[in-house]
């Protein structure tokens, strides 16, 4: 079934989606930290590892359903594997060098910015007034909760030095450039008329089988006992396999400029749950962090006003001897494809 452009794309199943997915993706940092001896690559690379290949072993049926599709567009989803593949080595480095607030508030913060640079570019999508104004208090925010973190951290522990933090930020960017770059790929699949679920398993599978040897090279420590072995197959199961699951369902409801601003939610949930699980104080700076990226995701999320868009047999109508003049005024309306208007084909 296609959905029509102009209805998929407004809020509502998809962005609650998108946010519960990054209420998941928020308790990674506070989960790695019951492992502490096991490396951020070996982390990386079971979380995204083994939730991508799962997420393409249960869309197995779906993706053999339209394989030929995707044969046609093995360019978008090899560029998506790759961005899959690359996204967690930088990310969990991130959060190793820079301490967890800060790689997760980088990573994620810049996702947006990097997501609305491709659709420009590549897409050519315009972007709302609506959505800067979210961007901009979403990014205030994680700025924010970024200064307090690395104030705090610097003041209490002293450790870490200047050019792991630089690095730790500059891997950030890394990982949230990657995470635009696979979540426009999936939506692009997606637009084009494959399932969610077949486009997610495609370019997350791809993505999985090239963490493969990287988690063989890394992963000893994750059997060295059950809490590590725990962990690595709860970051595999919830925030990956299941978060993602919501995450391209939301996709092919929302644009991905929109969907990544969702996702700035990630950061303010992992500091509350650094303060409540692993008993982090968090100062006041950084809880006003919390309420911008709180006031980010109203402004994306409360509907807004339906604008009555002309259809083209009204546009007819207008026109001096005009085709909806003809046979009746019946014309036949095509919906349009394209980085604005996402469809699904529901299976």
């Known amino acids: 079934m296609t959905r029509p452009a102009g209805r998929a794309a407004g809020p509502g199943a998809?962005?609650?989606?998108?946010l519960l997915a990054s209420v998941l993706w928020g308790t990674t940092g506070t989960a790695a930290t019951f492992a502490p001896r096991v490396g951020p690559l070996a982390i990386g690379a079971a979380a995204m590892g083994l939730g991508g290949l799962l997420q393409a072993l249960m869309a197995g049926r779906r993706i053999a359903r339209v394989r030929t599709e995707l044969r046609a567009q093995w360019r978008t989803v090899l560029i998506g594997g790759?961005?899959?593949a690359l996204?967690?080595?930088a990310f969990y480095t991130s959060m190793h060098l820079?301490?967890?607030?800060v790689g997760t508030v980088v990573s994620i913060g810049s996702a947006p910015l990097s997501s609305a640079l491709i659709e420009r570019i590549v897409d050519r999508r315009r972007l709302s007034r609506r959505w800067m104004a979210g961007a901009a208090l979403g990014l205030?925010?994680?700025?924010l909760l970024c200064a307090a973190e690395a104030a705090q951290a610097g003041s209490a522990t002293g450790t870490g030095s200047a050019g792991q933090t630089v690095t730790g930020v500059g891997l950030g960017l890394v990982a949230g450039a990657t995470y635009a770059v696979y979540a426009w790929a999936a939506h692009r699949l997606i637009t084009r008329g494959i399932a969610s679920r077949a486009a997610m398993g495609a370019v997350f599978g791809l993505g999985g089988l090239m963490l493969v040897p990287v988690l063989l090279a890394t992963g000893a420590p994750l059997l060295a006992s059950w809490t590590n072995a725990g962990v690595g197959l709860y970051m595999a199961l919830v925030p990956m396999f299941t978060g993602y699951v919501l995450f391209g369902f939301g996709l092919s409801r929302i644009p991905v400029s929109t969907a990544t601003t969702l996702s700035l939610l990630e950061p303010a949930v992992a500091a509350v749950f650094a303060v409540l699980v692993v008993g982090e104080h968090l100062p006041a700076l950084g809880w006003t962090g919390v309420v911008l990226v709180i006031a980010c995701l109203g402004v994306l999320t409360v509907p807004s006003r339906r604008r009555r868009l002309p259809t083209v047999s009204q546009e007819a109508r207008t026109a001096p001897g005009g085709p909806g003049a003809a046979a009746g005024g019946h014309r036949m309306r095509t919906p349009r494809h394209g980085g604005s208007g996402p469809i699904e084909r529901a299976r």
């Open 14 to 18: 998809g962005a609650l989606a998108v």
């Open 82 to 84: 790759t961005g899959v």
């Open 87 to 89: 996204y967690p080595l």
């Open 98 to 101: 820079a301490g967890v607030a």
């Open 140 to 143: 205030a925010g994680t700025v």
